[in-house]
């Protein structure tokens, strides 16, 4: 199975401060067809989780765009240019190149 | 609107068997994948199983098979998981969550495995 692996864990963050988040794959998430199917998901607290970012770097509709994908391979990233409240929640990276599926652990975002 | 609601969830003891559904709505269900994923408490969010969108295909997490069957009702719009042999490590949010990269979310059915 395909490993995926979050860093940081948690994540203190300051209100307009820029945040980041790494993940990193045991292998790399390029299909045959050349895309690469990696996915970041956000779930606020309460809430059910929702997609924010697909293939690499697209953004979901309605997502703000503060945020932003990047990476390509193993090594991934999602960035939050200016922090705001409400964007404290759980992040996961997902691949669904492979099978099976595999999320990463998830970092908690916190003010 | 596009949704998909989940429905089910129960207490149930060690050894028992529940049925969750899922019933989709706002857009042409035959044409997409459909997945299971949950989250148990004080964990992440873990890959369940998922079905194609004519029901010929299906993959399941090591976790769950051989225990848990995923299928579908086109006809009726319906996603189902056939969930048997309960463990307490099940104790979870079931979420359907439509599509094979995962686009749309149901908002969970909460499943308890208990004595």
């Known amino acids: 199975d395909v490993v995926m692996t979050q860093s940081p864990l948690s994540l203190p963050v300051t209100l307009g401060q820029p945040a980041s988040i790494s993940c990193r794959s045991s292998?790399?998430?390029?299909?045959?067809?050349?895309?690469?199917?990696f996915n970041w998901f956000q779930q606020r607290p309460g809430q059910s989780p929702r997609r924010l970012i697909y293939k690499v770097s697209n953004r979901d509709s309605g997502v703000p765009d503060r945020f932003s994908g990047s990476g390509s391979g193993t090594d991934f990233t999602l960035k939050i240019s200016r922090v705001e409240a409400e964007d404290v929640g759980v992040y996961y990276c997902?691949?669904?190149?492979?099978?099976?599926?595999?999320f990463g652990q998830g970092t908690k975002v916190e003010i | 609107e596009v949704q998909v609601v989940e429905s089910g969830g129960d207490l149930v003891q060690p050894g028992g068997s529940l049925r969750l559904s899922c019933s989709a709505s706002?857009?042409?269900?035959?044409?997409?994948?459909m997945y299971w994923v949950r989250k148990a408490p004080g964990k992440g969010l873990e890959y369940v199983s998922v079905?194609?969108?004519?029901?010929?295909?299906?993959n399941y997490a090591d976790s769950v098979k051989g225990r848990f069957t995923i299928s579908r009702d086109n006809s009726k719009n319906m996603l189902y998981l056939q969930m048997s042999s309960l463990r307490a490590e099940d104790t979870a949010v079931y979420y359907c969550?439509?599509?094979?990269?995962?686009?749309?979310w149901g908002q969970g059915t909460t499943v308890t495995v208990s004595s």
């Open positions: 079905i194609s969108g004519s029901g010929h295909f299906t």
């Open positions: 969550v439509r599509d094979y990269h995962l686009d749309v």
């Open positions: 292998q790399s998430l390029v299909y045959s067809d050349g895309n690469t199917y």
């Open positions: 706002g857009f042409t269900f035959s044409n997409y994948a």
């Open positions: 997902m691949q669904t190149t492979h099978w099976p599926r595999t």
